[in-house]
């Protein structure tokens, strides 16, 4: 029991000097919602997210668009999914599309391929930017929903860079803002100062699990945040060991 007041102790000085240092930063920028909140938003039925089968999801933001297509043409456009847990890891965040009414699908987790690491302070890996493609198979409207979100806890934090949609409105979003789009959560437009350069044009979609630090305070933060998780993780394993050994 006194190893677990320690860890609890620890978290919550982490946390409070976390809190400290960011809150010029965030308390500005719009946090992550419920896995249930953007199933609402994007007209999933409950339970759709955490059916794509990456674990029970937390928190998370999207952002969709509806537009009109023709059968055979073929929507496009970049996405890179950025990750501050372990790769794979338990807590298994992950990125993905819904395209009504055709489907939904995962765009990556951290058991996919992070050949890069961080190009910014915010996060430590990266898949770098892929391209997805879809042929439409009918004349209709269609809308398509992009997100990310936590797995297991609310905690580590994970985003999704999009950029060069061909289809719809604004698909590389060098409006400067979401016109064209509705968003849930933290979705924020990001230029290259983020530290990862759009595929087209100056501008890209930031979505995040939480609001992500100016330049300046993300290097505090990001030491403290990754203490204060594993202090955290730390405090549940060793509360479990109590209550079993009880």
């Known amino acids: 029991m006194a190893n677990l007041g320690v860890s609890f102790m620890s978290f919550k000085v982490a946390i409070a000097t976390l809190s400290l240092i960011g809150l010029a930063a965030t308390s500005a920028t719009a946090q992550a919602v ?16 955490d059916g794509l089968g990456n674990g029970d999801a937390t928190e ?12 055979g043409q073929t929507l496009t456009f970049d996405w890179n999914f950025l ?12 990125a ?5 009414p055709d489907g939904n699908s995962t765009l990556a987790d951290t058991n996919s391929r ?6 910014n302070v915010s996060f430590n890996s990266e898949t770098g930017f892929n391209a997805f493609s879809f042929i439409l198979p009918a004349d209709g409207d269609y809308t398509l929903g992009l997100g990310v979100v936590d797995v297991g806890d609310t905690v580590v934090d994970s985003a999704l860079l999009v950029d060069n949609l061909n289809l719809g409105t604004n698909g590389s979003f060098e409006t400067g803002e979401f016109s064209g789009w509705e968003t849930v959560g933290n979705a924020t437009i ?5 530290g990862i350069d759009p595929t087209d044009g100056n501008s890209q979609a930031l979505l995040a699990t939480a609001a992500v630090p100016e330049p300046t305070t993300i ?9 204060g998780a594993f202090l955290k ?11 079993q050994e009880a």
Do not use: H, V, W, Y
């Open 83 to 94: 990750t501050n847990e372990s790769t794979p890891s338990s807590f298994n965040d992950f």
């Open 96 to 100: 993905f599309i819904s395209l009504f």
């Open 219 to 227: 290097l505090g933060s990001a030491l403290l945040l990754g203490a």
């Open 34 to 49: 419920s896995d249930t909140d953007i199933e609402s938003f994007l007209g999933l039925t409950s339970g759709t997210i």
């Open 190 to 194: 990001a230029d290259s100062s983020f």
């Open 233 to 243: 993780r730390r405090a549940r394993r060793s509360q479990k060991a109590a209550t």
């Open 60 to 71: 998370g933001s999207a952002i969709k668009q509806t537009f009109s297509g023709t059968t």
């Open 114 to 119: 992070f050949p890069l690491l961080g190009n």
